[in-house]
Structure formats: C-alpha cells, structure tokens
C-alpha cells in the first residue's frame, strides 16, 4: 500500500515537473494555482513537497528567454514588497492624522457657527475674569493678615497706655 502511495506521489511530482517547463516553455504565468490545476493536482500537494514549491516560485521570476526583460529575482521582488508595504502604513499613519485634524476643524467650526460654544472674545473675557478673582481671593487674604496684625498692634498699645496710666 504504501509502494502505491510513492509511485502516485512520484507521478504527481512528474506531473507537476513537466507542468513548470511547460508554463516557463509557453511564457505563460506561472503560479501556485496555475501549475496545480495544469498537473491536477492540489496546491496542498505542493506546498507539502518544498522543492516543486521552490522550483514555482524560481519560475515565476525567472523571465523567459525571448521576453528579453531584465532578470527579476525573488529578493527584489520581496524588497520591492517590503517598500510598498512600509509606504503603505506611512500612507495610512498619515491619512489618519490629516482624518484627525479634519475632524477636529470641521467640529471647531461647526461648534462656532452653530452658537452653542463660546466666542473667542468671550472665552477670553472668562479666562480674564478667572484671573481677576484670584486676585482679589489673594488680597483678601493679604488684607485679612494685616488686620490681624494691626489687631495686635492696638492691643499692645493699650496694654501699654493702661500700664503707664497706672499709678506705681
């Protein structure tokens, strides 16, 4: 039984041998789907043997001798890959950040024009008025501490004017 299965995974790996030569012969587009169906067989079935993996995927970039094009290698292809994928989150990070500041200008304007939020005059006005309460919260407290201090003051004087009034 297993003599079976070797001889029909042989066949299959002819199969799909003389299918990649055929592919790369005819200048056709050489894919893992491509060269399963053209083998009949399933892609699993090359994924499972990593040498008829490869050897698509040497394929696929190799050009054909009467194309003429200049050699594409699995490498530039990944570097070319690498470089659009990085380009593409650069792309994405910024469109996020312009979404962002959009929304946040639309919904200031909007927040203007609709009346609800104040005007800059106004908030100003407000910022203003906070300030000038503190300050009179901070001289409050100052008046507070000299009139105790001038408190103190007046008693020491009578105590003294009482104790030169006395008769010794």
Known sequence: MSEGRSEQSARRRERVLRAIAAAVGAGEEVTV???ARAA??????????????????????VPSPDSGAAAVTRASLQADLANALERN???TLRVRQLERRLSESLGEQVWRDS?????VDIDQLQRQIITLQQQAVDLQSQLDERTEDLKAARAANRELTRALNRPV
Do not use: K, M, P
């Open 33 to 35: 789907s491509a060269i």
């Open 89 to 91: 989150s650069r792309l």
């Open 40 to 61: 009949r067989v399933d892609r699993s079935f090359l994924y499972r043997h990593r040498d008829l993996l490869e050897r698509t995927h040497t394929a696929a970039v």
């Open 115 to 119: 009346g609800l939020g104040a005007s």
